[in-house]
């Protein structure tokens, strides 16, 4: 890590203990490295010779010494080759980067991992995070193998098995009741860090410079995964922004440093009832002017972010890849999750399953090419909202415990 460069005020700091925003703006701040230097000593070569996983990239995170690294083994998950949704939507070359696969089963674990390992570096002993579910299970996660304190702000209608989770590890689940305006998790979260100083881990980046950088390593993986050959299009499901920001300064730092000839064109997918970053790409607005979502409404809470927080680097990264933005409808997504279940093998919640049904469309529409080479990421595993899967899936049959009932079925 080189530097800490704010992305509102451009104000450059030097890799400083306890540093989250901005000191002279309170703007987000990027982690810079010294590319140049890096790329002498990460080469193809020297990659493929190493052990897969976020770790594998740790000359590209900002944790300055290997003994803090906090680990339960996140990433190095399967680029699959996704055959049969290929053929039913006219994709010829469609992968899936399956980020289910990760310890916690999202892939926040990612972020968390790297988030966690920098708040020991920093020598915190409180973590505290607003999320909707997914980024409070992986930090308990974390938290819990790090030996940290962690309290997890969810908004009160996090589903059941998520809240299962975040417990089970041991964080305390704080439960919060909505607001008329705003996100009332996020300035909890604020609040425990400026009045208790706790280290704040949310889902977004705007308040944490290291965390997001763990989303990089799934753009690193994928492009040496397809044999450095960058796919045309990433289709990333979005809530905060923070995954594809990430994602994007990824493809963009492997360009950088030569090691890919191009970067693709980045999609974001979004829920029709939650969706301000789709509607800005759409409608040209710029991102000063994105305002928080009135009544947010969709089966994939983990797109849910009224306000998000990391508009301003995803849709820079959208715009800059001459990528684009989509919103889809609960049935969309619902449809889109059964299809991976079924005709692929895997099971995603409605947030993981999102980007599936974005993808049908701008195939539809045209945007995408037939002849593309599309990774689509299925960000979220469908174990942890097995409710809505027990919704949309056959009920299963009861009968007497004999042959004939058997033959009756058939
Ligand atoms: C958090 C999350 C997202 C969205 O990520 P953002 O960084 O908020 O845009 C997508 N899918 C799943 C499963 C998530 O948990």
Redesign the pocket.
Known sequence: MLALRCLKCGHEHPPKKGLYVCEKCGGKIEVVYDYGGISKKVTRKSLEKRDGGVWKYQELLPIAERKNIVSLGEGGTPVIRAENIGKEIGLKTLYLKD?TRNPTS???DR?MSVGVSKAVEFGAKVVVTA?????AVALAAYAAKAGLKCYAFVPAKAPESKVAQISMHGAKVVKVLGKEKGDPTYELMLAGWKKFGWSPLP???AFNPYH?EG?KTISYEVCEQLKWKVPDWVV???????????CAKGYFEFEQMGLVEKVPKIV?VQATGCAP?AKAVRENIPVEKIETWPNPQTI????V?PF???ADT?LNAIRKSGGTAIAVTDDEILEAEKKLARREGVF??P??A??LAGLEKLVAEGIIDKSDIVVL?V???GL?DTKTALKISDKPIVISPDVKSIERLL
């Open positions: 980020e999202s892939f926040k972020m999320s909707s579910g997914n980024a889902s977004a980046g997001w989303a990333i499901t979005v809530g905060a922004g923070t995954l594809l920001s990430g974001a970053i994939a809470g983990g797109l972010d998000p927080w990391d995803a995603a919640e947030s993981g999102a980007g990421q960000t979220g595993g942890k």
